[in-house]
């Protein structure tokens, strides 16, 4: 069992940078794809950036230019570097780690707030 931690989150002024991180009290290392996902207020959970590996990344649109996803080798860490932030940025970041050595197995934590003043 695996359970994922996310932390870093907080308030921060728009043009400011958080960088926010994931761990686990299990092991990260054997997570396939790792990722970051945002849930606004009435909106659905969308995926923010993506990393297969420790080194195939996709980002979302909106923050491409702007954020950075991170997954040191071997490490049991992902990273979320975001700069310039927006107010749109806001809302709850979550971590989310996929197993496919054997079922696919997924693993969300609970989330960390992200909170943008204009």
């Known amino acids: 069992q695996v359970h994922v931690v996310e932390s870093g989150g907080g308030l921060v002024q728009a043009g400011g940078s958080l960088r926010l991180s994931c761990s686990a009290s299990?092991?990260?290392?054997?997570?396939?794809?790792m990722a970051w996902y945002r849930q606004s207020p009435g909106k659905q959970r969308e995926l923010v950036a993506r990393i297969i590996d420790s080194d195939i990344t996709k980002y979302a649109d909106f923050v491409k230019g702007r954020f950075t996803i991170a997954r040191p080798y071997l490490k049991n860490t992902l990273y979320l570097q975001m700069n310039d932030l927006k107010s749109e940025d806001s809302g709850v970041y979550y971590c989310h780690a996929q197993f496919t050595a054997g079922p696919i197995t997924d693993y969300w934590g609970q989330g960390t707030q992200v909170t943008v003043s204009s």
């Open positions: 299990g092991t990260l290392i054997g997570a396939k794809t």
